[in-house]
């Protein structure tokens, strides 16, 4: 009779710790699940903000090379309307990012303000200038957020 009770003790202790196991393992695997999710929720905020920011940094130099040789034109006008579609375009990407990698609010911004000062250029020259500013501050961002978004970084 002990043999039986043992062998049943011995079994529902078996059956209690698979159990508890496999719950572990399965609350484990959902942590992970939304822990990856949430990284590419993060990089998917990074990666529409810097297509939005060189869209826009592509359709200002053409604005502002177009002010600076052919100002007034239907051309002109035509690519300041662009221009003020593709920074319309980087709002919402630039709160997404805001919000969900605060960590990069700063390298973004500075990207951000960056591609606007192009808007100040006088020159032909003061504008191929700001414009490789701008590329670098890009750059930044974008380095800055590998560092932080890499998978071994968490």
Known sequence: MWASIIAVLGTLAGALTA??????????????????????????????FAAALDAHRSA???RERLALTQAGTE???????????????????????QVLVPELAGPAQQAADATYAMRRATRRSDLDTLRRAAKEAAG???????????????
Request: overall charge positive; aromatic content about 4%; charged content about 25%.
């Open 19 to 48: 159990g508890l196991l496999q719950h572990r393992a399965a609350h484990t695997a959902r942590a992970e699940q939304r822990a990856d999710g949430h990284r590419q929720d993060r990089l998917a905020a990074v990666t529409e």
């Open 60 to 62: 200002l130099f053409h």
């Open 75 to 97: 051309y002109e006008l035509e690519a300041q309307t662009r221009s003020h579609d593709t920074r319309a375009a980087i709002t919402a990407p630039h709160v997404r990012l």
């Open 140 to 154: 930044a961002f974008v380095a800055a957020a590998a560092a932080l978004l890499h998978p071994d970084h968490r």
